[in-house]
């Protein structure tokens, strides 16, 4: 069973960084390396958007808004994924979730992590 969990949301000003973690504490490094991960955000009465994905084999793709300011990367052994999240904009401030698609065609989601930047 999948159990993903966020962490490092806050608050932060207008080109503040944060580092979002989403970490999978049922997951073997073997299984957690297979899955295709990513992060997406919502803003209350606006649909969920995705910002950034990383597959099993390294692909990254990024929403246009974020590139250049956010870079995914994870680390399998620690069954972890991470977004870096640089010289943030009021425009960033939603609720992050992270999501896994297991091998097995399965989506698995996070209950989300709250970033907020504002002065």
């Known amino acids: 069973q999948v159990h993903l969990v966020e962490s490092g949301g806050g608050l932060v000003q207008p080109g503040g960084s944060l580092r979002l973690s989403c970490t999978d504490s049922?997951?073997?490094?073997?299984?957690?390396?297979?899955?295709?991960m990513g992060w997406s955000r919502q803003v209350p009465g606006k649909p969920r958007e995705l910002v950034a994905s990383i597959t099993f084999d390294g692909k990254i793709n990024y929403e246009d808004s974020v590139k250049g300011r956010f870079t995914i990367f994870r680390d399998n052994a620690k069954t972890t994924m991470y977004v870096q999240m640089n010289n943030l904009e009021p425009e960033d401030t939603a609720v992050y979730y992270c999501y896994a698609n297991a091998i097995n065609g399965v989506s698995y989601w996070g209950k989300g992590t709250t970033v907020t930047v504002s002065a």
């Open positions: 049922a997951a073997s490094e073997i299984i957690f390396s297979s899955y295709t």
